[in-house]
Nanobody
Framework: QVQLMESGGGSVQAGGSLTLSCEII????????LAWFRQSPGKEREGVAV????????DYADSVAGRFTIALDRAKNSVSLEMTGMKPEDAARYYC?????????????????????WGQGVQVTVVS
């Protein structure tokens, strides 16, 4: 069983930065892929970034590559999402997710079927 608790949401000026954190609570050790997804009103939930604890490799959505950084903090048992150069289109509810990952199921890393555990999400607003 895995529980995920996001924090760090809020309002940020366009061009500014914000860092989200997700605390990972597990019954046992796991090498689950850890990802951030987001969903804005009227749009489907989309994958933002993923990190694989086995080798710390990462992948990003094209829309955030070069601006966002996902990182695993083993000491704090958490995964963060540092967001810089924020744009109005980055405004959304951001979710932390854990699971085998979409690739394990023959899809892409951001296929939601690959993530069994989800947090409640945090809201991010970008002010122009």
């Amino acid at each position: 069983q895995v529980q995920l608790m996001e924090s760090g949401g809020g309002s940020v000026q366009a061009g500014g930065s914000l860092t989200l954190s997700c605390e990972i609570i597990r019954d046992t050790g796991s090498s689950d892929a850890l990802a951030w997804f987001r969903q804005s009103p009227g749009k489907e939930r989309e994958g933002v970034a993923v990190v694989y604890p086995g080798d710390d490799s990462t992948d990003y959505a094209d829309s955030v590559a070069g601006r966002f950084t996902i990182a695993l903090d083993r000491a704090k048992n958490s995964v963060s999402l540092e967001m810089t150069g924020m744009k109005p289109e980055d405004a959304a509810r951001y979710y932390c997710a854990a699971g085998n990952g979409g690739i394990w199921y023959g899809g892409t890393w951001n296929d939601e079927v690959g993530y069994k555990y989800w947090g409640q999400g945090v809201q991010v607003t970008v002010v122009s």
